[in-house]
């Protein structure tokens, strides 16, 4: 009985698996977009700032204006999706990003570009909380790892089809500022190829199913219970509909879920924020969003700029493959800790090959072979992030925070990186201008930082239920008060 029965469980377990990863890889779009949305503005910088005649700290807020609506739509998230659900949410996100695809587009001066490059970012935001959590609610325990970093393989798939988008319009026109189709420069057109992924994600979210956990928080078990049994095992559906219920359960004893205890917050949801912060102060996204600019200012022309950006961007999804390969298998902490190291150095090597340039006509000029170390370090300080900070901090923040406040805290985290990717942003043409070895230095600093931060503050979670992941850390904050 054993023998016939084996490989009809293999088959089932198959099916379960390939159900599974297409749910969460779906989701996972919500990451494309944010990718998408956040590098596609690189090729067009210096045409916008040409065309609405930007100053350095004008075209700097521009550029990030974008993540101010990602921190407030981040910011509601989590609440928008405990109450309507998670697709509901999704959807949302869509609609947002496509609206603002178009009104970024057609931008006729420097605020009307801001207004619409907010309104994407709200739906960026938005789309950035709940993914993580979706695929956090829906995924087995021994392959979670694996799913939640679907999330930053999508971020890094959307920004290298950004770039090669962004490369193919100005090849195609001569330049950024050309004219091109229906004699719309190339840049507008660089922001109207973001309504494609917009309708993609419409269209996956809407062929969904809800999330389970969102479902017995509702009442709504036979529900809950369906949709686990297309996903998971059938020996661990009943132990994961118990220990959910369990945790709402105990949710209800508290009158009303907060992330504070008394004024304080809680030190859970610190941990979140600090986790946000340190990934976006790593200077990470000043390589996706100035990347062609920086470039073009060490001696590069416009489309090997370009194609620079394009060839990083590959690198980022190889690397980001590499992490989902190994998440699982060697845990979160040893990855972490060998990014935030590999990371430091590189960007200490950035650092010291500008410290060596000199100016040429107003602009840094990197003499011999500092150069060539230059683009090693960049590139090599993408593999870094994108094979450790990158994908698990989102793995981490959909699995650390207690289910009472996890959409809330996920929305405050997010927030809370969103708002740091906005001073990163903002500040790096006029610090960039100022000195390009104090900025890249500062970055280095970071990145040693957090290899502290994790040392001390972060525990393993690999292979536990979300239910046993968030109690290390409520257990070392009670013994703490012990």
């Known amino acids: 009985m054993s023998e016939s029965r084996g490989p009809h469980s293999t088959a089932e377990q198959k099916k379960l698996h390939r159900r599974v990863?297409?749910?969460?890889?779906?989701?996972?779009?919500g990451g494309f977009l944010f990718g998408f949305d956040s590098s596609v503005v690189n090729g067009a910088v210096d045409a916008m700032q040409k065309h609405f005649a930007l100053s350095d700290a004008l075209i700097?807020?521009?550029?990030?204006?974008?993540?101010?609506?990602?921190?407030?739509?981040?910011?509601?998230?989590?609440?928008?999706?405990?109450?309507?659900?998670?697709?509901?949410?999704?959807?949302?996100?869509?609609?947002?990003?496509l609206?603002?695809?178009?009104?970024?587009?057609?931008?006729?001066?420097?605020?009307?570009?801001?207004?619409?490059?907010?309104?994407?970012?709200?739906?960026?935001?938005?789309?950035s909380v709940v993914a993580p959590a979706y695929i956090a609610e829906v995924a087995p325990k021994y392959e979670r790892g694996r799913l939640a970093s679907l999330q930053q393989l999508a971020i890094t798939l959307g920004i290298f089809a950004a770039l090669l988008s962004d490369a193919s319009f100005a090849g195609a026109a001569g330049s950024a500022e050309s004219e091109f189709w229906f004699g719309i420069e190339a840049w507008r057109w660089m922001f109207l190829a973001c309504a494609v992924p917009a309708v993609v994600y419409g269209i996956l979210a809407?062929?969904?199913?809800?999330?389970p956990r969102y479902l017995l928080m509702h009442g709504r078990e036979p529900e809950a219970r369906k949709i686990f049994a297309t996903m998971w095992k059938a020996e661990d559906i009943e132990a994961a509909v118990g220990e959910a219920n369990r945790a709402i359960e105990e949710d209800k004893t508290t009158k009303k879920a907060s992330l504070f205890e008394g004024r304080r917050l809680l030190p859970i949801v610190w941990i979140g924020i600090i986790l946000s912060v340190f990934q976006q102060f790593l200077g990470i996204n000043v390589i996706f969003y100035y990347s062609t600019t920086l470039w073009k200012a060490v001696g590069f022309d416009e489309s090997n700029s370009l194609l620079i950006g394009v060839i990083t961007s590959v690198i980022n999804v190889v690397a980001t493959l590499v992490a989902i390969a190994l998440v699982d298998r060697i845990g979160r902490r040893p990855i972490l800790l060998t990014g935030s190291l590999g990371m430091g150095v590189?960007?200490?090597?950035?650092?010291?090959?500008?410290?060596?340039?000199?100016?040429?006509?107003?602009?840094?000029?990197?003499p011999g072979a500092w150069g060539t170390v230059a683009l090693?370090?960049?590139?090599?300080?993408?593999?870094?992030?994108?094979a450790s900070w990158g994908p698990l901090v989102w793995?981490?923040?959909g699995e650390i925070f207690p289910g009472r406040i996890r959409g809330k805290a996920l929305g405050v985290a997010a927030m809370a990186q969103w708002i740091a990717n906005f001073l990163i942003t903002v500040s790096f043409p006029v610090m960039a201008a100022a000195s390009l070895p104090l900025t890249y230095g500062m970055y280095a600093l970071f990145a040693f930082a957090s290899l502290v931060f994790v040392w001390f503050k972060i525990p393993e979670?690999?292979?536990?239920?979300?239910?046993?992941?968030?109690?290390?850390?409520?257990?070392?904050?009670?013994?703490?008060?012990?």
């Open 395 to 397: 793995v981490l923040l």
């Open 60 to 97: 700097g807020f521009a550029v990030a204006s974008a993540l101010l609506g990602c921190a407030i739509g981040a910011y509601f998230a989590g609440r928008i999706a405990d109450s309507r659900g998670r697709i509901f949410t999704m959807l949302l996100g869509s609609a947002l990003f």
């Open 461 to 482: 979670t690999n292979g536990l239920s979300l239910e046993q992941a968030e109690t290390l850390f409520t257990r070392k904050n009670v013994a703490k008060k012990d």
């Open 376 to 386: 090693i370090a960049a590139n090599l300080f993408v593999v870094c992030f994108a």
């Open 99 to 127: 609206v603002s695809s178009f009104g970024a587009a057609f931008a006729f001066a420097p605020w009307d570009l801001i207004i619409w490059r907010v309104v994407g970012g709200l739906g960026i935001g938005i789309a």
């Open 206 to 211: 809407l062929r969904l199913p809800e999330s």
């Open 21 to 29: 990863v297409g749910v969460a890889a779906a989701a996972a779009v």
């Open 346 to 366: 590189s960007l200490a090597a950035m650092a010291i090959s500008f410290a060596n340039a000199t100016v040429v006509n107003g602009e840094p000029h990197l």
